[in-house]
C-alpha cells in the first residue's frame, strides 16, 4: 500500500533518480565565509531545493519533461570553517569526483567564492573552455577585505588560471577592474544594443565552444530577485535571460555549472521559486537538446 500524503524526494526537483545513470551531478555548497553584506548563502542550496520540489517538471517551452537530462542530488557538502581557501579545495576535489565519474558538474551556492573550486577542477583537465559570467559584479578585485579568495575575487582567480571568460551584466565596478573591460558585456551596453538576439550573438561569438557558466543571482533585476546579498539596481530580468542563454547554449557544449549567491528571505518564496525555475529551464536549453 502507497504511503498517504508523499511528498517529492528531497533533491533538486524531487527526482526518483540514481547516480550511475545520471548525466548531472548536483553538490549543494551551503557555504558562506568572506560574505560582506547581508548574511544568508548558506540557506540558499536548501531554498532552491525546497522551491524546486514544487515547480511542474514539464517544460511547455520547450515541450519536453526537463528531468530527462539526468539529475542526480549529492548530499550537501559540510562547510569548511578554517579558511575560504580550503573550503573551495574542498569543492575543488569533489568536483573532481564527479568529472571523474563522467558527470557535469552542478554546483548550489552558497557564495561565489566556491566557483574557484569547480572552474580550478576543470582547467586542470587542461579542457579548453571559457566560463560565462553573470553577475552585476565584476568580481574582479586581486584581494578583498584581506582574502584573494573572497567573492569579490572569483573573476581574478580566474584570470590567473588563464581560464578565459566573459563576463555579463555586470553595472558594479571598481576602477582597476575596468581595465579588463574588454571581457565584460556591461548592462548598458545591453540596453544600448536594445536585442536580446544579438547579445546572444556577442557572447557566442566570444566565447569558446566548451563552456561553464557561473550565474550569482545578484546579476538579476532585484525587483524579481530582491534574495541577494549584494542587490544592485538595473538588473536583467527573468526572460532576458532566458532568451539569451536558451539561444546562447543551443551552440555551446556547456561542462559545467554553478549558481551562487541566493540568500533566501525567510517567508518570501518567490525569489527562491524563480531560482529554481531558471535552473530548471537553463537545464533544459543546455541537455535537452535531440
Ligand atoms: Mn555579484
Known sequence: ????????????????????????????????????????????????????????????????????????????????????EKMITDVKKETEV???????????????????????????????FSVIHFDAHSDSRDVFMGSKYSHACVMKRVADMSVDYMSVGVRSIDEEGYKHKERILFRKEMHSIGDNGKIADLITKGTKDNVYLTFDFDVMDPSEMPSV??????????????????????????????????????????PDFVAAKLIYNIIGYAFSKK
Not at 548531472?24 to 555548497?29: G, H, K, N, Q
Not at 535571460?241 to 541566493?262: P, S, Y
Open 229 to 270: 546579498g549584494t542587490p544592485e539596481p538595473d538588473g536583467l530580468l527573468f526572460y532576458e535571460i532566458c532568451h539569451i542563454l536558451r539561444t546562447v547554449l543551443a551552440q555551446k557544449n556547456l561542462i559545467g555549472l554553478d549558481f551562487v549567491e541566493l540568500s533566501p528571505i525567510p517567508g518570501f518564496a518567490a
Open 1 to 84: 500500500m502507497g504511503v498517504l500524503n508523499q511528498s517529492p524526494p528531497y533533491n533538486l526537483f524531487g527526482l526518483e533518480s540514481d547516480y550511475k545513470s545520471a548525466r548531472i551531478a548536483v553538490l549543494p555548497v551551503p557555504y558562506e565565509g568572506t560574505v560582506s553584506y547581508r548574511p544568508g548563502t548558506r540557506y540558499g542550496p536548501r531554498a532552491i531545493i525546497d522551491a524546486s520540489r514544487n515547480i511542474e517538471l514539464y517544460s511547455e517551452e520547450l515541450e519536453l519533461d526537463v528531468s530527462r537530462a539526468g539529475i542526480y542530488t549529492l548530499e550537501e557538502m559540510l562547510p569548511n570553517v578554517d579558511s575560504p
Open 98 to 128: 564527479i568529472l571523474n565519474d563522467g558527470k557535469i558538474p552542478l554546483i548550489l551556492g552558497g557564495e561565489h567564492s566556491i566557483s574557484v573550486g569547480s572552474i580550478s577542477a576543470l582547467a586542470d583537465r587542461g579542457k579548453d
